[in-house]
């Protein structure tokens, strides 16, 4: 158990919709990175979240964008989907403190795109 | 820039024996390296980490891995497989002087354990 927690587990979505996941952070942890795992592959960075900030950004279109709020929680937004976009997508948490920052994985969401 | 290249996209064991996981990464700067596994389902739990120090490291249940800078590896290994270890492992790597940035994983190893 990491602390991290993911909603919602499933999703389905049609092409063109617009979708928003939701992640929230492990106790303490200031920072929040998202993951896109299709079908058979590794976990690919869309970007990451630092103190309200992104903090870095993977080859995703702008159509990808993401908040973080205060109290560190986070979201995923996903426009004008396309069938491509289906896949679990994976948040993980930090603590951002001169050191190994690990990060730790919530369960994921996956999505559907029909 | 980084890369994980992980030999294998499937690997099978009988219950009992050896469990050897190849990785090999490329990294312009130290790397701090990562074995993550995936069970069916859910999220990814970390296995275990090398960041300084000792080369060999270890993880829980019973795995550890090994750092070797002139090869570019860091190889999982576990003594004696286990049925509960049939899982998917992702190696993943990430610049130690910007740690805490980016994963960057290999494609995974799908592991499968028989009685």
């Known amino acids: 158990e990491t602390g991290v927690t993911q909603s919602p587990t499933h999703l389905i979505k049609t092409r063109g919709q617009q979708v928003t996941l939701r992640c929230s952070s492990q106790s303490g942890h200031n920072t929040v990175s998202w993951y896109q795992q299709a079908l058979g592959q590794g976990p690919q960075f869309i970007f990451q979240?630092?103190?309200?900030?992104?903090?870095g950004r993977g080859n995703f279109p702008p159509r990808f964008s993401g908040l973080q709020f205060p109290n560190y929680s986070s979201e995923l937004n996903v426009n004008a989907l396309e069938l491509d976009d289906s896949a679990l997508y994976l948040c993980?948490?930090?603590?951002?403190?001169?050191?190994?920052?690990?990060?730790?994985f919530g369960a994921g969401t996956r999505l559907s795109v029909l | 820039a980084q890369s994980v290249t992980q030999l294998g996209s499937h690997v099978s064991v009988s219950e009992g024996a050896l469990v050897l996981l190849r990785c090999n990464y490329s990294s312009s700067v130290p790397p701090y390296l990562f074995w993550y596994v995936q069970y069916p389902n859910q999220g990814l739990q970390l296995l275990l980490k090398?960041?300084?120090?000792?080369?060999l490291v270890k993880g829980i249940n019973g795995f550890e891995a090994e750092f070797k800078k002139s090869e570019t590896s860091f190889h999982l290994t576990k003594p004696s497989a286990h049925m509960s270890d049939a899982a998917e492992y992702f190696c993943?790597?990430?610049?130690?002087?910007?740690?805490?940035?980016?994963?960057?994983f290999g494609k995974g190893t799908t592991l499968s354990v028989s009685s």
């Open positions: 979240y630092y103190r309200e900030e992104e903090n």
């Open positions: 090398y960041t300084t120090g000792a080369t």
């Open positions: 993980a948490s930090s603590l951002a403190v001169g050191g190994q920052n690990i990060q730790y």
């Open positions: 993943a790597v990430t610049p130690a002087n910007q740690a805490g940035t980016a994963l960057i």
